[in-house]
């Protein structure tokens, strides 16, 4: 059985749009393109057809996983997350203990994370180190390029 896909209700939004728009828009413009290159003749050496069979196959690939997220989704402001540790939905503040800086992350989904808006993935290497951790507590996330030392200082929803 799937997990649960827990989203933001933006998150959640901006999925439904894409998915619409890949049905909508992209799957009739690749079966115009299958049709253009199928009226070119023989189908068995031609790059066109080749081509977009292919983008065919990658997109009814994306649309069954969109479908699949989208039917196990959560959404987080609708949930009974407790707000006392470091969970999905949650907004973090730390004091990095290495440079002296505090900085501000919203532990989200990886298909909504966006490190230039704050929006960390809890499958990332510091999201993963985040999770289930205390206000007050410090500690060290090993990442490619080092460890990082975080003191929790805050946690809210």
């Given amino acids: 059985m799937s997990k649960n896909a827990y989203l ?3 998150g959640y939004e901006r999925l ?3 998915l619409k728009h890949l049905k909508q828009v992209r799957r009739p413009e690749i079966s115009r393109q299958i049709g253009e290159a199928r009226a070119h003749g ?5 790059a066109e057809y080749d081509a977009a069979k292919e983008a065919q196959g990658h997109l009814e690939r994306k649309i069954y996983m969109m479908e699949n997220k989208l039917s196990r989704a959560r959404i987080i402001e609708d949930e ?3 707000d006392d540790k470091v969970y999905i939905g949650a907004v973090v503040e730390l004091k990095d203990l290495d ?3 505090e900085l501000r992350y919203t532990m989200v989904d990886e298909e909504e994370a966006d490190y230039a808006q704050g929006k960390i993935s809890v499958s990332a290497p510091v999201g993963r180190g985040l999770l289930g951790r205390e206000v007050g507590e410090t500690i060290s996330i090993k990442v490619p390029s080092g460890i ?3 003191k929790i200082l805050k946690i809210s929803r």
């Fill in 8 to 10: 933001s209700r933006e």
């Fill in 16 to 18: 439904i749009k894409e």
């Fill in 42 to 46: 023989d189908i068995s050496e031609n």
């Fill in 80 to 82: 009974q997350i407790p």
């Fill in 99 to 101: 440079r002296g800086r």
């Fill in 148 to 150: 990082l030392r975080y």
